[in-house]
T-cell receptor
């Protein structure tokens, strides 16, 4: 139980284009989803927290107009990197926590999306 | 603010060796504590957790005990395998907060 998927797993795009990453909770309702960014050999940096049906809360220093987050349903959140540039290349990981027993206390992580901007 | 400090790696062990990865925390109130594992090129997987003092989390031969008196949550395994090679993250979730606070991660390599 408590499986989170991400799509795509890898994406390569040209500088200036936008990329959408999907995060889905497959077997539970995710009331809260989190988006992280991980640089090579480093820990995870929380970018934003989103609750279903409301606007995301961004961490300090994260550009909300650049990293658009939508949490339209209890099983899906999307992160759109707009006008991507090479410095946006990174590993993006989502996580989810839910409203059912066993899923409220713990964040369950997706497998991550490797973004490379050329 | 809340923080997690874990031993810096990398840690290199031979198969069947004993593993300890130290983790200490600073938090107000009574946080929940977690160990996550990240295999190469993958996301994080929950390894074990403990939600109150003196709780012991265990999974796949790994154990960690929530020690309030020493504010620690050290990860141990009696006999590591090559397949345990990964990066291990200690994390806490403060009372009333949804956010996880991560340590910097410890890379473990187990050689045959």
């Amino acid at each position: 139980g408590a499986v989170v998927s991400q799509h795509p797993s890898r994406v390569i795009c040209k500088s200036g284009t936008s990329v959408k990453i999907e995060c889905r909770s497959l077997d539970f309702q995710a009331t809260t989803m989190f988006w992280y960014r991980q640089f090579p050999k480093q820990s995870l940096m929380l970018m934003a927290t989103s609750n279903e049906g409301s606007k995301a809360t961004y961490e300090q220093g994260v550009e909300k107009d650049k990293f658009l987050i939508n949490h339209a349903s209890l099983t899906l959140s999307t992160l759109t990197v707009t006008s991507a540039h090479p410095e946006d290349s990174s590993f993006y990981i989502c996580s989810a926590s839910g409203s059912l027993a066993g899923t409220t206390e713990t964040q369950y992580f997706g497998p991550g999306t490797r973004l490379l901007v050329l | 603010g809340d923080s997690v400090t874990q031993m810096e790696g990398p840690v290199t062990l031979s198969e069947e060796a004993f593993l300890t990865i130290n983790c200490t925390y600073t938090a107000t109130g009574y946080p929940s504590l977690f160990w996550y594992v990240q295999y190469p090129g993958e996301g994080l997987q929950l390894l074990l957790k403990a939600t109150k003092a003196d709780d012991k989390g265990s999974n796949k031969g790994f154990e960690a005990t929530y020690r309030k008196e020493t504010t620690s949550f050290h990860l141990e395994k009696g006999s590591v395998q090559v397949s345990d090679s990964a990066v291990y993250f200690c994390a806490l979730k403060g009372g009333g907060s949804e956010k996880l606070v991560f340590g910097k991660g410890t890379k473990l390599t187990v050689n045959p």
